[in-house]
């Protein structure tokens, strides 16, 4: 399996065309333009894998420190993000979502699954990152406690 194949195979899911540029191309994904992200991804074909990112935004400036112990928690053992890293891109600022996935995995469950999930899952965050300014503190520390900050289950 080739990432040209995979992308082929995602194409073909969504009647659509996808262009790549060498072993990279950017979709985007969701249910509509309010509830939908960019999602880069780039084939690794001697490791038979994608690096799907996601790239969420610039977080406000208040309450960072609480923000980013959020994301650490939500980072231990992947809860809310089913399967995917969240970090800091060192040279933005902006707060991603990425997830490396085999080729054989993605096909077995579908790439256009696989790219769904993953694409619900950062706008999810991309909404809370952006707007956590907003958000109540106490909610938020109750949330972080029991696993389930977005209300996803895996």
């Known amino acids: 399996m080739t990432f040209a194949e995979l992308v082929a195979a995602l194409s073909k899911e969504i009647s659509g065309e996808i262009e ?59 809860r809310n993000t089913c399967g995917a890293t969240l970090s800091v891109n060192p040279a933005t600022g902006n707060v991603r979502l990425q997830r490396f996935d085999l080729y054989d995995v993605l096909m077995e469950a579908g790439p256009l ?24 503190h106490e909610e938020e520390e109750n949330s972080s406690q029991d696993g389930n900050l977005l209300g996803v289950r895996v």
């Open 20 to 78: 790549t540029e060498g072993d990279t191309c950017a979709v985007r994904a969701g249910a509509d333009e309010g509830s939908s992200i960019t999602v880069l991804m780039q084939g690794f074909d001697e490791r038979g894998a994608l690096l799907m990112t996601a790239d969420l935004g610039q977080p406000p400036p208040e309450r960072l420190e609480l923000l980013y112990r959020t994301i650490l928690e939500a980072n231990d053992l992947f």
């Open 113 to 136: 699954r696989a790219l769904t999930l993953f694409a619900s899952v950062a706008v999810e965050w991309a909404k809370l990152v952006c707007d956590y300014r907003d958000a109540p």
